[in-house]
């Protein structure tokens, strides 16, 4: 087993990893921009280094500063997170170079599977379903247009080397693509340094299940049953649960059979999830491949009792995984919210600033992966992701009954998150059924933001009417107007008026 563990990377991530070194009794070592300084997974590390200024060019996407803090802390494995390097092949070289193992698959496997195109190619030849696109990397923007007229629009542009929702754009009509393509490069290469696109036919509806597949070096993989991941929001997940409510068990079996063998294909180890797309007729496509651990973890474990970071990690130091495809179970289920630092009434603007106060909530099936802590300033410079909450329950019934109390006893102060409105979809009939797809959200919270214009709008006309109403009782009794506790704001002011000019004479 190791002795010291490099993780590269920051907040609850790094914090998660940390708790399973220690568990091992293996030395965690942190890194640290300026700007993370004062985080809590710095203060709960064994130790800690600085890797450079705020931006995450100059910090946590240096490979070579990594190296330097890896040997000067003479660490021998280096676990990477998610985000950040987590998916660019130059860390596990790096890290061969070294002599430091990479807690993940290797550099090959990663190749061939992170590669969006790549890994559609072999998803092809191991007989897994593909949705309809490009199996290369497109040049121009002229070849899209040729390729989305073949296959109808609209059509996905998404970046080869991407994930998470970045460099990826929805494109409805031609006219839109010119745009869209400009655009989704920009963010591939300031996300990935890649700015290389391809393009895919858009399913209407669909949802997003992903396969949670772990594999030895010895040529053992198995599948640890699905992940629903279909309420996003632009294409970046917001709320995961396991199992999904739509797969029963011969569909489960048969994505997890193919999952098994793209990743057998590919010569894959570790921790890794492949991402499929099932229809409304339960025909499932292959979306791609994600060769690093998951945001969502936590609901795979929460339903299989299985630790993950501590299997990747003994994975890496050469263990066999002693787990057979019939010893998993599913059990109970499971629901993530992913909790940001952003206003939902201000179009999910972030909100950065100190956090002065904190509640955690607890109790029975809950569970709370986040790196805050009051007193913390929430930086500008990063993803504003604080944490995750997952509510645990017997059924799908019990863990929403969870979540929703779960939801009410979680408190901040001092800046925005999206609590409130975890609040309101967990009680919305449509998700409370199961019946969501990957743009469901999206459509939702348009139907929201149109409730709200329109109940603000009818009170407007509610009070102006009962003021105007008022003012005429007023005026035809002979009585004054009753003098304001406090002066009027100019705005109420002028709005009577205007109201008062309109009335008929």
């Known amino acids: ?44 590390a064994d130790e800690a280094y600085p890797i450079g200024p705020a931006p995450s060019g100059e910090s946590y996407l240096r490979i070579d500063k990594l190296m330097d803090v890896a040997r000067r802390a003479r660490c021998d494995a280096l676990h990477p997170g998610y985000g950040f390097l987590a998916e660019n092949p130059e860390l596990p070289r790096a890290c061969a170079s070294a002599g430091i193992t990479f807690i993940g698959p290797s550099a090959e496997a990663m190749q061939k599977l992170g590669s969006k195109t790549d890994a559609r190619r072999l998803a092809q030849s191991a007989r897994v379903p593909t949705v309809p696109g490009a199996v290369e990397p497109l040049e121009r923007v002229a070849q899209a247009r040729d390729l989305a007229r073949a296959l109808g629009y609209p059509v996905l542009l998404k970046a080869v080397a991407g994930g998470g929702g970045k460099g990826m754009r929805l494109v409805e009509s031609e006219e839109a693509l010119p745009s869209a393509w400009r655009d989704a490069a920009s963010e591939a290469q300031n996300a990935f340094g890649d700015p290389r696109l391809y393009l895919e036919k858009y399913l209407e509806r669909p949802r997003h299940i992903e396969i949670q597949v772990l594999g030895d070096h010895y040529g053992r993989v198995v599948y640890l049953g699905e992940r629903e991941c279909s309420v996003q929001r632009r294409h970046q997940k917001v709320i995961e649960e396991a199992p999904s409510p739509a797969v029963d068990e011969p569909l489960r079996r048969k994505m997890g059979e193919a999952a098994v063998r793209l990743a057998q294909a590919g010569g894959y180890t570790n921790a890794g999830t492949v991402e499929f797309l099932v229809d409304a007729q339960r025909h499932f496509y292959f979306l791609e491949v994600n060769t690093r651990l998951q945001v969502e973890h936590p609901v795979t474990e929460m339903t299989t009792g299985l630790d993950l970071v501590k299997l990747q990690i003994r994975i890496a130091a050469g263990e066999p995984l002693w787990l057979a495809q019939e010893q998993i179970v599913l059990r109970g289920h499971a629901i993530e919210c992913r909790i940001y630092a952003e206003d939902p009434d201000n179009n999910f603007f972030p909100s950065p600033g100190r956090i002065t106060a904190r509640r955690i909530p607890a109790g029975p099936g809950v569970r709370l992966d986040d790196g805050v802590y009051p007193g913390w300033n929430v930086p500008t410079e990063y993803d504003p992701l604080l944490g995750k909450l997952i509510a645990f329950g017997n059924d799908r019934g019990e863990a929403l009954a969870r979540m929703r109390r779960a939801l009410e006893e979680y408190y901040v102060a001092g800046i925005k998150t999206n609590v409130g409105l975890f609040r309101e979809i967990l009680r919305d009939a449509e998700f409370v059924r199961g019946e969501i797809h990957t743009r469901w959200l999206d459509q939702w919270l348009m139907a929201r933001a149109e409730r709200v214009a329109a109940a603000s709008d009818s009170r407007l006309v509610e009070e102006a009417a009962a003021l105007a109403a008022a003012l005429w009782h007023a005026s035809q009794n002979g009585a004054a107007t009753p003098a304001a506790a406090k002066p009027e704001s100019r705005w109420k002011l002028e709005g009577r008026r205007e109201l008062l000019d309109r009335e008929p004479r």
Do not use: P, Q
């Not at 490099?6 to 293996?26: M, Q, S, T």
């Open 1 to 44: 087993m190791f002795r010291r563990v490099l993780i590269a990377n920051r907040g609850e991530i790094a914090i998660r990893v940390l708790r399973a070194c220690r568990e091992l009794d293996i030395m965690g070592v942190a890194v640290f921009s300026e700007a993370d300084r004062a985080s809590l997974h710095v203060r709960l």
